[in-house]
């Protein structure tokens, strides 16, 4: 899926799963569902490794990005 919503990626991702978890594909499709599989993987990776980058900054007064490590500063 191009440009599939992170939701869409993982509901897919999961079908994939129980797909193979099952064990009643033929070994082409299987190994065809799990190439996708592993990159749908990657874009969900992907995907929540820039979220975590995105919350886990913070504003200064200057309008300047830093990293928010969950310590105040006195």
Known sequence: M?????EESLTELEAIVTQL??????LEE???AFQKGMVLSKQCQDTLTKAEKT????MTEENEEVP???EEEA
């Open 68 to 70: 928010f490590t969950g």
């Open 21 to 26: 978890e099952r064990g009643d594909v033929p």
């Open 55 to 58: 919350l886990t900054k913070m």
């Open 2 to 6: 191009e440009n599939a919503t992170f």
């Open 30 to 32: 299987a190994l065809e």
